[in-house]
């Protein structure tokens, strides 16, 4: 690595669990040409910390807050005045790093979102709602901070920060196969049902059946996921699928809720 004190310094934050099948070619493609690469570690048991030490990071191992909070943790360990976020499934290809390395040198925005092309199971989506998908993963350390959420987590920044898109696509290899859009699915929904609890919100029956038929309906008719052939059409279910089970998932939270405690208990929260 090299000098992180200079005003174009890069830190690379990723965080991580078991992602040995992901995270080497994900580090190879910043490797050389940032000054810092942080990880976060929640547990892995496949060899994703030697794997990263291999590329000199700071591997950090720590619990699992949720993707936001574990994020911030992660901004709050890098040391460089300029942050570039990354999931292990991600890939910056060198037209990319090029884009990248000319913008911070020319420090003309606090942040930049970044075109990301998706890969499902195998196939580039150009639709579906993928395509285009800006992404918010270039910016000043001091300009932006990650929200609390425990999944889909968002880029804070202030409303006077100067922002500004790149060209060139960073490739986010989402899901390996159907094994892993069935795992994802499922801690996914978990992570919304838990945060929609928490923001007062209430799942029934019913109302995973409508934002489920709602979000295939978006998916594959008004975001034209059928231009992405049979592909776009399984897309479009397992997204419908992740809506259904959020909610029924959320539903089940309403009613594990304690009505009253027994003589003598006392009761507990979730």
């Known amino acids: 690595m090299s000098d992180i004190a200079k005003p174009d310094a890069i830190s690379v934050i990723v965080i991580v669990k078991n992602e040995a099948h992901d995270i080497r070619a994900c580090l190879a493609s910043v490797q050389g040409w940032v000054d810092e690469i942080v990880v976060l570690d929640s547990g892995s048991t ?8 291999e590329f000199g990071a700071t591997v950090v191992e720590t619990d699992w807050p ?15 005045p300029w942050i570039l976020s990354l999931d292990a499934d991600e890939r910056v290809p060198t037209a990319l790093r090029d884009e990248i390395l000319a913008s911070v040198k020319a420090n003309a925005a606090d942040l930049f979102q970044l075109p990301r092309r998706s890969n499902y199971c ?10 285009p998908d800006y992404v918010t993963r270039l910016f000043r350390r001091d300009a932006a901070r990650f929200s609390n959420d ?21 490739l986010h290899y989402s899901f390996r196969d159907f094994s892993d859009v069935l795992g994802k699915i ?39 996921g059928f231009l992405d052939g049979k592909m776009g059409l399984v897309l479009a279910i397992s997204n419908a699928e992740g809506t259904y089970y959020r ?15 027994a003589p003598g208990d006392r009761a507990s929260g979730r």
Request: aromatic content about 10%; glycine content about 12%; hydrophobic content about 35%.
């Open 122 to 131: 195998g196939q580039w989506i150009r639709h579906s709602g993928w395509s």
């Open 66 to 80: 949720g993707f936001g909070p574990q994020k911030q943790r992660a901004l709050e360990t890098a040391r460089g």
């Open 186 to 224: 499922d801690s996914y929904s978990t992570y919304g049902a838990t945060q929609g609890a928490v923001r007062g919100k209430r799942g029934s029956l019913g109302k995973a059946l409508m934002h489920g038929f709602w979000t295939f309906v978006r998916t594959w008719i008004i975001q034209r």
């Open 247 to 261: 909610y029924l998932k959320l539903m089940l939270l309403d009613t594990k809720q304690p009505a009253a405690a």
């Open 150 to 170: 425990l999944v889909h987590e968002r880029v804070l920044y202030s409303p006077d920060s100067r922002i500004a898109a790149l060209r060139e696509p960073l």
């Open 46 to 53: 496949d060899g994703t910390q030697a794997i990263c030490r």
